[in-house]
């Protein structure tokens, strides 16, 4: 069984700081992985993917991968109230397109 | 475009009767997938299609759900007969085949399905 893994939180931060969401996952074919921000009561959004070792910055984004470690996160710089919804982790394998995805964290964003 | 379509946005039934949520992918899409988000199990695959074919249907729960794509711009998942335990937000996403869209997969805005 696939498994990607995530604190549910709530991570609480204060307006202004960095925030950092974790997420571990099991099967090793893993190759592309995902953020997703789900605001409640409304669909999932992709914010960034990274498929390759290392940091990848968007803005105030930054997604790390350690593939060694199996190991992704995102990191949200100068956090926004309105950054404040549910991070989701998803991970796909390699020759298939569906996503398998973590059961989320809830971030506040503290005004 | 108007993005992913999905109907209707909330469904109310009692146990026993037949469900049928509709999907509208985005135009020019060749992937199409189903999802159910519960509290308690997240958000799963149900289903996805390519070029109409259904390609990975290991996530449907059982023989009570059925899912078709006839054409590229029309997908229905049925459930039949629904149960409580069927109560979630069923996801519809599309994404491309290649280029900018291809790592994307684009949601629509869900279906909250209720079965008393």
């Known amino acids: 069984q696939k498994e990607v893994e995530q604190n549910s939180g709530p991570l609480s931060v204060p307006e202004g700081a960095i925030a950092s969401l974790n997420c571990t996952y099991s099967?090793?074919?893993?190759?592309?992985f995902f953020w997703y921000r789900q605001y409640s009561g409304k669909s999932p959004e992709l914010i960034m993917f990274i498929y390759s070792n290392g940091d990848k910055e968007d803005g105030r984004f930054t997604a790390q991968l350690n593939k060694a470690s199996q190991y992704v996160s995102l990191l949200i710089r100068d956090s926004q109230p309105s950054d404040s919804a549910t991070y989701l982790c998803a991970v796909r394998d390699t020759g298939r397109r569906a996503l398998t995805f973590g059961s989320g964290t809830r971030l506040q964003v503290q005004p | 475009d108007a993005g992913v379509i999905q109907s209707p946005r909330h469904e109310v039934t009692e146990m026993g009767q037949e469900v049928t949520l509709r999907c509208k992918p985005i135009?020019?899409?060749?992937?199409l997938f189903w999802y159910r988000q519960t509290m308690m199990r997240g958000l799963e695959l149900l289903i996805y299609f390519n070029n109409n074919v259904p390609i990975d249907d290991s996530g449907m729960p059982e023989d009570r759900f059925s899912a078709k794509m006839p054409n590229a711009s029309f997908s229905t998942l049925k459930i039949q007969p629904s149960e409580p335990r069927d109560s979630a937000v069923y996801f519809c996403a599309s994404s491309g085949a290649g280029g900018e869209d291809y790592n994307e997969q684009f949601f629509g805005p869900g279906t909250r399905l209720t079965v008393l």
């Open positions: 099967d090793r074919g893993s190759q592309s």
């Open positions: 135009s020019g899409h060749d992937y």
